[in-house]
């Protein structure tokens, strides 16, 4: 029977009071389980940044993401792992959409729209502005009651 792959992104989050050594261990020693149970197409570590708030009284994080093919029962195997090393205060794991666009690619896009769509305006005629809509009567309510019925 054949294996499917199936493509993943995993951030993580190790301690930023840890060393640089420390920091290097942890994303080889992820880096190679990866490889050993799938494909590891990328690791591209972010670096050090300030959380948006503190973990364990932690504000800084060393931030990885880590993009891969596995089989779709590994995940939660390196979810597990992530979650019971020391240095990981925090993860995250999330299926890749096939044929979705990059990232990179998608802001490009959306610049190109605006530029497109702000064209378009320049070139269109000027329209006059339409009076405000005044103030319609007030409709009186009416109650009725149970005694009226």
């Known amino acids: 029977m054949e294996k499917k792959l199936i493509s993943y992104e995993t951030l993580y989050v190790i301690n930023g009071n840890l060393s ?28 050090k940044r300030r959380l948006a708030y503190p973990i364990n009284y932690i504000p800084e994080g060393y931030y ?37 666009p990059a990232p990179a690619v998608a802001p490009a896009v959306a610049a190109e729209e605006a530029v ?16 405000a809509v005044e103030d319609a009567p007030a409709v009186e309510a009416t109650e009725s009651t149970a005694s009226e019925e």
């Not at 640089?20 to 670096?47: H, P, Q, R």
Request: hydrophobic fraction near 35%.
């Open 20 to 47: 640089e050594e420390e920091m290097k261990e942890i994303v080889a020693k992820f880096s190679a389980l990866v490889s050993d149970n799938g494909t590891l197409e990328s690791v591209d570590e972010w670096g």
């Open 116 to 131: 497109a769509e702000e064209a378009k305006t320049e070139d269109a005629p000027a329209t006059e502005e339409v009076p």
């Open 64 to 100: 990885v993401l880590v993009s891969y093919k596995s089989e779709p029962s590994f995940p939660r195997e390196f979810e597990r792992v992530l979650g019971i090393t020391d240095g990981i205060i925090r993860s995250m794991t999330t299926k890749k959409i096939e044929g979705a």
